[in-house]
């Protein structure tokens, strides 16, 4: 269950319309490592996760990734309002505007639509927690380039913002993945799935 | 910044703490400094939200209180400019 709240987790307030930024930061909308993929990884991946403080920390995380989706919707979306047709033009926007207008649609810098294969859910909590470390510094290296190429600092304070919470994700699921593994039977020297193979496991 | 747009950043800022808080305590569960603290910004919250709503607009619909209209409805949506005059920069408004 969810409840909404009528404001952003950090505040967007843009003033320069600007095609080309658009362009490249709608990828952490629906791109390889963008926030759709990262909300949906974590709310697909916290039921088979057999510990309470990592299902937890799924929920909670996947929770705040919604709002990140929100953050860079509202970036994208306060960049291509009032555009001319000459600027979505020079901007090389034309690809996406012909598809799109200026609405907000999951898909990665490229071109390539948002696919549910831009995320695993592997059903094993060791599996998902490597690949969830994995997805924050991925996410954390596209802020990064993202920021190499914008100087406008009303997109740049919330691009930080969402950079450093990659870096705080990155941490607490480190820590996620020490509670797992110290839960491990002592008996489970390989490491098989805590959550699915209790009988051959625990013994 | 008006005092309108104070109040929303007071409201971001204990939310925020709140938020990272809360994953701290979901990998710490029996911290119980860090749960007093989480409880404290919490009262906090529930506080400024209610004097948000009754000056302004509510920022979640369970704090509408409005006699003649669905002022929910009404209010910006978070995307509109209008509803971010906040500068979270350091030492800013």
């Known amino acids: 269950m969810w409840n909404y709240e009528k404001r952003l987790q950090f505040p967007v307030n843009i003033k320069t319309p600007n095609a080309q930024a658009a362009k490249v930061i709608i990828s952490q909308y629906g791109g390889p490592d963008g926030e759709m993929g990262a909300s949906m990884r974590y709310l697909s991946q916290r039921f088979a996760t057999p510990y309470r403080e990592v299902s ?4 909670d995380i996947g929770t705040e990734e919604l709002a990140h989706l929100e953050m860079v919707a509202t970036i994208v979306h306060q960049l ?120 051959s496991c625990n013994k | 910044m008006n005092e309108m747009f104070s109040l929303m950043k007071d409201i971001s800022i204990v939310d925020f703490t709140m938020t990272d808080l809360r994953l701290y305590l979901d990998t ?3 911290d119980a400094r860090a749960m007093e603290y989480y409880s404290h910004y919490a ?14 607009y509510p920022l979640s619909s369970e704090f509408s209180q409005c006699e003649n209209e669905w002022r929910w409805v009404l209010s910006p949506m978070p995307w509109e400019n209008e509803a971010n005059q906040i500068c979270m920069c350091k030492g800013g408004n």
């Open chain 1, 56 to 59: 937890g920390l799924l929920t």
């Open chain 2, 28 to 30: 710490h569960p029996y």
């Open chain 1, 80 to 199: 291509t309002r009032n555009l001319s047709m000459e600027e979505i033009k020079a901007g090389g926007f034309a690809d996406y505007y012909v598809d799109h207008t200026v609405g907000i649609w999951p898909q990665a810098a490229g071109g390539v639509p948002f696919n549910a294969c831009e995320f695993q859910s592997k059903g094993d909590v060791i599996t998902d927690l490597f690949e969830d470390m994995a997805a924050e510094q991925k996410a954390r290296t596209t802020y990064d380039n993202i920021l190499r190429l914008i100087d406008d600092p009303d997109i740049c304070a919330p691009i930080k913002f969402l950079r450093a919470r990659e870096i705080v994700h990155f941490q607490r699921f480190g820590e996620a993945l020490r509670i797992t593994q110290d839960n491990l039977n002592s008996k489970n020297f390989y490491a098989f799935n805590p959550g699915f193979d209790n009988a």
């Open chain 2, 43 to 56: 009262g906090i919250k529930r506080k400024l939200e209610k004097e948000f709503a009754m000056k302004y």
